[in-house]
């Protein structure tokens, strides 16, 4: 720890390795994107487009994290406390939630129940961060896990799948909600 | 302070009245949460667990139908709060998803347990809801609430009756069995 401290701190500034957030920082800082948008959501008022475009980028961001948490983090997790309990129970949230996403892509604002299925995916989406903010992160911490490696794993994917769905999906509500947050 | 108890009248013996919508909803919350938490003790993937999640997708299948089918109904006349109504019915569906995968299953199946818990948290949460907003809301606006409670009680009575053929043989050998 020292040492890597000591040999960075020789390296000319620009040239510094940027540190590469662990998994768990990575995963935050995607709840975090998550629960704004859905702060954002709760202030629109009108059915349009800027919803659309907010829901558009829920959904998105939804897909990518329980992706990448299924296929890297838990296993992960799953292997390195030896315990299937809350892996699992993360597993079955995440369909839940897979299942709204999926209707809520095929609709569009002011239709039947649509504010309706954002706001149960909200609710259903904070308890779900809550319980890996409160039980599974500090379990993971708390065993041999190489959570940076794990970090690199899942920006890698990431990258990876955005490339994916940006060539595979129309590309214009994610550009909207884009300039919209910015 | 004295109070002259000589003149009181003995107390009348009077029907029990007959619990309003709100009341049966409540004690079905409380039979549901009562056996989701017998589940939370259970250790081993056996017939009692079997037993114990058939019995908990019963209750809450007929449950969220009487809500569906009555009540909901009732208060959407009644209430203003339409979103309040339709995330309710949201609530319902995701908790209809889970009860049909758990009736195809059995204990010790794939992410059995997983699906009971998560189950128990989203109705735990559901019945928070109804029970801090939507009933005071059902309350104060103007739902006979007794007239409810006896389409409800009917409808239950007929839906647990006709549970399905193999359900009510089962429930005929049970009780002539504990007989």
């Known amino acids: 720890m020292a040492a890597r401290t000591e040999s960075a701190a020789r390296l000319p500034l620009r040239s510094a390795p940027s540190v590469a957030p662990d998994a768990i920082t990575l995963l935050k800082q995607d709840h975090q994107r998550i629960d704004a948008l859905f702060r954002h ?24 994290h329980t992706q990448v948490e299924e296929e890297i983090f838990y296993p992960a997790v799953r292997a390195a406390t030896g315990e299937a ?25 002011g239709d039947d129940h649509y504010n309706a299925m954002v706001a149960v995916l909200a609710t259903y989406e904070r308890q779900h961060m809550e319980k890996e903010h409160q039980e599974m992160f500090p379990r993971a911490c708390a065993t041999r896990l190489d959570l940076e490696r794990l970090g690199a794993a899942i920006a890698v994917r990431k990258r990876e799948l955005l490339g994916q769905s940006e060539n595979a999906t129309e590309p214009a509500p994610r550009a909207i909600g884009a300039r919209l947050l910015s | 302070m004295a109070t002259s108890t000589t003149t009181r009248k003995p107390p009348q013996r009077r ?63 009644a209430i203003v709060d339409a979103d309040m ?58 739902v006979d609430l007794k007239a409810l409670g006896k389409a409800i009680a009917e409808r239950k009575q007929e839906l647990s009756g006709s549970g399905g053929t193999a359900g009510e043989g089962a429930r005929r050998a049970a009780a002539s069995a504990a007989a």
């Not at chain 1, 309990?85 to 095929?106: G, I, M, Y």
């Not at chain 2, 409380?30 to 079997?50: A, H, N, Q, S, T």
């Open chain 1, 41 to 64: 959501f709760e202030q629109l008022e009108r059915d349009g487009v800027e919803k659309a475009a907010v829901v558009q980028m829920i959904c998105t961001e939804l897909r990518l």
């Open chain 2, 85 to 142: 109504m339709d995330e309710a019915d949201v609530e319902h569906a995701s908790a209809k998803a889970l009860i049909a995968e758990l009736t195809q299953m059995k204990p010790g199946g794939d992410h059995y347990d997983a699906k009971v818990t998560v189950l128990g948290e989203y109705i735990r949460h559901h019945v928070k809801e109804e029970q801090q907003e939507m009933f005071p809301k059902a309350r104060s606006a103007k």
């Open chain 2, 15 to 77: 029907k029990p009245a007959a619990p309003d919508a709100i009341a049966i909803l409540k004690d079905d919350h409380k039979k549901v949460d009562e056996m989701f938490k017998r589940f939370d003790k259970l250790k081993e993937d056996g017939d009692e667990k079997l037993a114990l999640v058939q019995k908990i997708c019963q209750e809450l299948t007929i449950h969220t139908k009487v809500e569906e089918e009555i009540f909901y109904p009732a208060l959407r006349d």
């Open chain 1, 85 to 109: 309990a809350l892996t699992d129970e993360a597993d079955v949230e995440h369909a839940l939630a897979r299942a709204l996403v999926e209707e809520l892509e095929s609709m569009k604002p």
